[in-house]
Nanobody
Framework: QVQLVESGGGSVQAGGSLRLSCASS????????LGWFRQAPGKEREFVAA????????DYADSVRGRFTISRDNARNTMYLQMNRLKPEDTAVYYC????????????????WGQGTQVTVSS
């Protein structure tokens, strides 16, 4: 089993930055892909970014590419999402998710989920 716990959410003005963290426990982190999803009120959960177990491959949603950076430190069992130039439309609950094998953008493909952390960007 894999347990995931997010932290680092908060409120920030447009143009600001936040860094989210996802601490994992359980199975060896290098064996699974980790991703970030987000869900705004009244909307479906959407893919944000993902990174393979070794950190050698990443993928981003077009809406965040160039502004967000995903990374992981397997020695600390932690994944990060550095979010820069935040926009009001980035406001959502951000979830950390894990799965074995390759990156996918479908939430249904991820078996493990954290509880979520709120990010609020004001204009």
């Amino acid at each position: 089993q894999v347990q995931l716990v997010e932290s680092g959410g908060g409120s920030v003005q447009a143009g600001g930055s936040l860094r989210l963290s996802c601490a994992s426990s359980g199975r060896t982190p290098i064996t699974y892909t980790l991703g970030w999803f987000r869900q705004a009120p009244g909307k479906e959960r959407e893919f944000v970014a993902a990174i393979t177990g070794s950190g050698g491959s990443t993928d981003y949603a077009d809406s965040v590419r160039g502004r967000f950076t995903i990374s992981r430190d397997n020695a600390r069992n932690t994944m990060y999402l550095q979010m820069n130039r935040l926009k009001p439309e980035d406001t959502a609950v951000y979830y950390c998710a894990g799965r074995y094998l390759r990156i996918t953008v479908r939430a249904a493909d991820y078996a493990y989920w954290g509880q979520g952390t709120q990010v609020t960007v004001s204009s």
